[in-house]
């Protein structure tokens, strides 16, 4: 089955500064890569996505990359504010139409005022 | 008006018993999934469910197991819980693959 790495655990960054999360994962049959964003007690929210047939993506001060030959795939966030922190997913999704997403373990981001 | 719909929202119960939560959606989605979360906060999918086909994660006791008893709802019963049952449950609902799943608030499991 699908196995996906996602580095580092936690990282702080200062307010105004960029962050960048990895993430690597196995099956090449996958073709859907959601970033999830938890906050303490709150259900994950998506915060954006890609598919395996675009190379990157952005949404304002978000942006994914997808390298299918490495099986890698980044989030960065830019300008960072207080408000980012939170836990941060990635996931990878396999072509079954009813498959599950197989979640990285988490990044605790931390923004420093 | 909620998406994804959870009850309850916790639930706190002894060893050996059985217990259901309930989990519904109003998206007019197809297909249905449950989470657990354990308390260093990994995700892991425990079952995939759509009117063809249900995907049961291998690692997943056959103590737990969902019911579906129409396309809005798929609801999970364990048995004879256990300590290492304690975490939070997420339902997930989406329509068909590779588009975004949208998550209930949880269920806080805590197993005495």
């Known amino acids: 089955g699908e196995n996906v790495e996602q580095h580092p655990s936690t990282l702080s960054v200062q307010e105004g500064d960029s962050a960048v999360i990895k993430c690597t994962y196995s099956?090449?049959?996958?073709?859907?890569f959601p970033w999830y964003k938890q906050e303490l007690g709150k259900r994950p929210q998506l915060i954006i996505d890609?598919?395996?047939?675009?190379g990157e993506k952005k949404d304002q001060r978000i942006a994914v990359t997808l390298n299918k030959t490495a099986k890698h795939f980044s989030l960065h966030i830019t300008e960072t504010q207080p408000e980012d922190s939170a836990v941060y997913f990635c996931?990878?999704?396999?072509?079954?139409?009813?498959?599950?997403?197989?979640f990285g373990k988490g990044t605790h981001l931390i923004i420093q005022p | 008006d909620t998406a994804v719909s959870q009850t309850p929202k916790y639930l706190v119960t002894q060893m050996g018993n059985d217990k259901s939560i309930k989990c519904e959606q109003n998206?007019?989605?197809?297909?249905m999934y449950w989470y657990k979360q354990d308390s260093k906060k990994f995700l892991k999918i425990m079952f995939s469910?759509?009117?063809?086909?249900?995907?049961i994660n291998e690692t997943v006791p056959n103590r737990f197991s969902p019911k579906s008893p129409d396309k809005a709802h798929l609801n999970l019963h364990i048995n004879s819980l256990e300590l290492g049952d304690s975490a939070v449950y997420f339902c997930?609902?989406?329509?068909?693959?590779?588009?975004?799943?949208?998550f209930g608030p949880g269920t806080r499991l805590t197993v005495l």
């Open positions: 997930a609902s989406s329509l068909g693959g590779a588009i975004e799943q949208f």
């Open positions: 099956d090449s049959a996958s073709n859907y």
């Open positions: 890609i598919r395996s047939n675009v």
């Open positions: 996931a990878a999704k396999g072509r079954g139409g009813a498959d599950g997403l197989t």
């Open positions: 998206l007019g989605h197809d297909t």
């Open positions: 469910y759509n009117n063809k086909e249900l995907i």
